[in-house]
Nanobody, 128 residues
Framework: QVKLVESGGDSVQVGGSLRLSCAVS????????LAWFRQVPGKEREGVAA??????????DSVKGRFTISKDTDKNTPKNLHLQMNSLKPEDTAMYYC???????????????????WGQGTQVTVSS
């Protein structure tokens, strides 16, 4: 069973940077799409960034140019997923989750229902 463990969340000032990581273990899928989502209380989980085994990436409009998703692999098996977040804004405050599925069509990369495996989340707080 896939296990995802996020880390790197913190409290930062507006304009600051953070690097989130997600350790992936127990991976058995033949292919993969990995993603970051975020959620604030009372709102739906929102797709932030995603990438797949073919190198396709997707970003929410609100983070384009500020966030970068990347991964570490070992023999084509994902081991870590990262999210470099720059120029942080108060509206980036949320719990951030990583997610994975065997394969998600690029058109659905930002759809939370397309993913079956989730981490527990890491909190990011941006204050002015």
């Amino acid at each position: 069973q896939v296990k995802l463990v996020e880390s790197g969340g913190d409290s930062v000032q507006v304009g600051g940077s953070l690097r989130l990581s997600c350790a992936v273990s127990g991976f058995t899928y033949r292919m993969y799409t990995l993603a970051w989502f975020r959620q604030v209380p009372g709102k739906e989980r929102e797709g932030v960034a995603a990438l797949d085994v073919y190198g396709n990436t997707g970003y929410a409009d609100s983070v384009k140019g500020r966030f970068t998703i990347s991964k570490d692999t070992d023999k084509n098996t994902p081991k870590n997923l990262h999210l470099q977040m720059n120029s942080l804004k108060p509206e980036d405050t949320a719990m951030y989750y990583c997610a994975v599925f065997d394969y998600v069509y690029p058109s659905r990369m930002m759809v939370s229902g397309a993913y079956t495996d989730w981490g527990q989340g890491t909190q990011v707080t941006v204050s002015s």
